[in-house]
T-cell receptor
Framework: DGGITQSPKYLFRKEGQNVTLSCEQN?????MYWYRQDPGQGLRLIYY???????QKGDIAEGYSVSREKKESFPLTVTSAQKNPTAFYLC?????????????FGPGTRLLVL | GQSLEQPSEVTAVEGAIVQINCTYQ??????LSWYQQHDGGAPTFLSY????GLEETGRFSSFLSRSDSYGYLLLQELQMKDSASYFC???????????FGPGTRLSVLP
């Protein structure tokens, strides 16, 4: 089955700790995205990548870092510089060219600060 | 910069028709998308308009007027399972950067 997987489903972070959220897709999509969603709010773009070894900052990149070493994988690291990391994190992917601009989302990771 | 506006909440009864509006301000425009998100779940794609007019997909339709920077999602024959949040989104004309609206929470009552 093709799709996007995110792990873990829940993640707990201690003060001053870096944590990494996993995102893997087997859809052969070129573009991948990381969004943050706070309760009752819309999605805000953190980082996106259109091809391997290239990525761009979104609207709220401060305190986050990413890598794109493989087409299938786009991990997000929440660093200790991100002072308010508690949120729902969503990963998405999209083919480079699609007539409907459809993004396919993973099930998400909930990050909580201890 | 880009910004989108949607009503925060809409309530309707089963079997009714509801319209969710979206207005946008963008430096470039590449089409308006709509996504549905149930509580605790991931957004799923519903509809997309690149050109003016109405797109129909089953009970859901979406409309776009580029001259008015306005679109809407129309849900017909509402069912309880349609209770969810609905987001409009636009793509930056200069890249692959997507901007989402704040979302409209639809409550369908029996």
């Amino acid at each position: 089955d093709g799709g996007i997987t995110q792990s873990p489903k829940y993640l707990f972070r201690k003060e001053g700790q870096n944590v990494t959220l996993s995102c893997e897709q087997n859809l052969n999509h070129d573009a991948m995205y990381w969004y943050r969603q706070d309760p009752g709010q819309g999605l805000r773009l953190i980082y996106y990548s259109q091809i391997v070894n290239d990525f761009q900052k979104g609207d709220i990149a401060e305190g986050y870092s990413v890598s794109r070493e493989k087409k299938e994988s786009f991990p997000l690291t929440v660093t200790s510089a991100q002072k308010n990391p508690t949120a729902f994190y969503l990963c998405a992917s999209k083919p480079r060219v699609t007539p409907q601009e459809t993004q396919y989302f993973g099930p998400g990771t909930r990050l909580l600060v201890l | 910069g880009q910004s989108l506006e949607q009503p925060s909440e809409v309530t309707a009864v089963e079997g009714a028709i509801v319209q969710i509006n979206c207005t946008y301000q963008t430096s470039g425009f590449y089409g308006l998308s709509w996504y549905q998100q149930h509580d605790g779940g991931a957004p799923t794609f519903l509809s997309y308009n690149a050109l003016d007019g109405l797109e129909e997909t089953g009970r859901f339709s979406s409309f776009l007027s580029r001259s008015d920077s306005y679109g809407y999602l129309l849900l017909q024959e509402l069912q309880m399972k349609d209770s969810a949040s609905y987001f409009c989104a636009v793509r930056d004309n200069y890249g692959q950067n997507f901007v989402f609206g704040p979302g409209t929470r639809l409550s369908v009552l029996p």
